[in-house]
């Protein structure tokens, strides 16, 4: 099947893009790599000696970043459907968050250890159905919050993308229940025409 213009035009932007270009240059195995060092630099999230838990990991820049941040002292599970390539430092769950058995395996591996930092780059498999990708996005920046609500330590941070569209409003509202403090975010490697924010909470509210 020939490729369409739309999926030649991002291929096109994709090799194009000075984010991509410079993740070769550095290692990074995503563009991705730079909107948290981006936030990182900000609001210094990353410190040594952390437990950081990261949700939708794949291809790994998150990751990347994180382990090299902390050291060799903190502690990184990661978690995604897709596999993960190896990455020194970082302990990989694959399987589908929204599944129990899953979510049990990932709290099995913290061994009761307070976590102080929780990323989420999930995303769902877009449909292309606006309403429908937008409810599934929020859904998971939701069950993303629960988790870190329940496993965060009480000055520890979560970091979630979300998607402007239905629903944002009230998930930041709701963020604001939960979180001291709540920030949005928009790193210069988010791409201006996507809809995507990184909602920042820092500090659990009892």
């Known amino acids: 099947m020939k490729p369409s213009k739309t999926s030649k035009q991002w291929m ?4 194009n893009d000075p984010f991509v270009q410079q993740a070769q240059k550095d290692g990074y195995r995503s563009r991705a790599a730079y909107k948290l060092l981006e936030i990182d630099a900000k609001d210094h999230l990353l410190k040594p000696g952390l437990v950081v ?3 939708g990991a794949t291809p790994g820049g998150w990751c990347q970043v994180v382990a090299n941040k902390l050291g060799e002292n903190g502690k990184i599970i990661a978690l995604d459907l897709l596999p993960l390539d190896p990455l020194r430092g970082v302990e990989f769950i694959q399987g589908d968050f929204r599944d129990e058995e899953i979510l049990k395996k990932l709290e099995n591996s913290l061994q009761g250890k307070p976590v102080g930092l929780v990323i ?4 769902p498999n ?4 606006g309403a429908v990708d937008q409810d599934r996005c929020i859904y998971l ?3 993303a919050m629960e988790f870190a609500f329940e496993h965060l330590n009480p000055d520890g941070a979560f970091l979630v993308k979300v998607f402007q569209g239905s629903g944002f409003e009230e998930y930041m509202k709701l963020m604001r229940t939960r979180f001291t ?3 949005a975010r928009k790193p210069k490697a988010s791409r201006d025409r996507s809809s995507e924010v990184y909602l920042l909470g820092i500090g659990k509210l009892e």
């Open 12 to 15: 096109r932007e994709h090799i």
């Open 120 to 123: 989420s780059d999930m995303a």
């Open 126 to 129: 877009f449909s292309g159905v």
């Open 53 to 55: 838990v990261d949700l």
């Open 141 to 143: 920046a939701e069950l």
């Open 181 to 183: 403090k709540v920030v």
